[in-house]
């Protein structure tokens, strides 16, 4: 079965340090990965997917199949950043599975 | 656009009672909808998958009778929880996709039952 791991639930940074948020996946068929942002009080919303390959907000996520990995990445971290992040893997039928989320917060 | 609605966004039942929660796509047409639970602290958990016009997919572990959903066209599903139990309270989260390339999001719905 597919499974989807994100190992820190909280993550702190200060503002203009890089941030690394970590996403470990499982999964027998060719892997579809998802960045999920939730923001305070809004709704879930995609922030990007592997097979963009772009960056959105100044974030990046490469897909690493050999390390089953898809971290997302940011050089400079901005306060308005802070928020719930979601690492999702598509299987059949457009079918997420989601990770438990990081909680990154970004202090000034 | 891709807005996605749900009704109600709060709700409150008791042990017994049934209770349908709505999903809407506002400005689109929504092929397949989808239905999460999302337990406090935890992630969202996928329910059921439904198409326009077809019976849901349920996932496994999701009990189709206790869990009603319907699709009667390309902008409305339901989702009835049946006799409903305090162990059913939870946040349900609906998204809706146009053409299975990315599945849009609505508010979610809190039910609680006493």
């Known amino acids: 079965a597919q499974r989807v791991t994100q190992p820190e639930k909280l993550l702190s940074v200060f503002k203009g340090a890089p941030v690394e948020l970590k996403c470990n996946y499982s999964?027998?068929?060719?892997?579809?990965l998802f960045w999920y942002v939730q923001y305070s009080r809004q709704r879930l919303q995609l922030l990007l997917r592997?097979?963009s390959r772009e960056s959105i907000k100044g974030f990046t996520a490469d897909l690493n199949k050999g390390e089953t990995s898809f971290h997302l990445k940011k050089p400079f971290a901005q306060e308005e950043d802070s928020a719930m992040y979601y690492c999702?893997?598509?299987?059949?039928?457009?079918?997420?599975?989601f990770g438990e989320g990081t909680q990154l917060t970004v202090n000034p | 656009g891709a807005v996605v609605s749900q009704h109600p966004s709060r709700v409150i039942c008791k042990s017994g009672t049934s209770v349908k929660i709505e999903c809407r796509s506002l400005?689109?047409?929504?092929?397949?909808m989808f239905w999460y639970r999302q337990f406090p602290k935890k992630s969202l958990m996928l329910m059921a998958t439904?198409?326009?016009?077809?019976?849901?997919?349920?996932e496994q572990g999701v009990e189709k009778d206790k869990f009603l959903i319907n699709h009667a066209s390309l902008t409305l599903s339901t989702l009835t929880v049946t006799s409903a139990h305090p162990e059913d309270s939870s946040f349900y989260i609906c998204?809706?996709?146009?053409?299975?390339?990315?599945?849009?999001f609505g508010p979610g719905t809190r039910l609680t039952v006493t």
């Open positions: 998204s809706a996709s146009r053409d299975g390339y990315e599945q849009y």
């Open positions: 999964y027998s068929g060719s892997p579809e």
């Open positions: 439904s198409n326009e016009g077809s019976k849901a997919t349920y």
């Open positions: 592997h097979i």
């Open positions: 999702a893997l598509e299987t059949s039928g457009s079918r997420l599975t």
């Open positions: 400005d689109f047409q929504a092929t397949t």
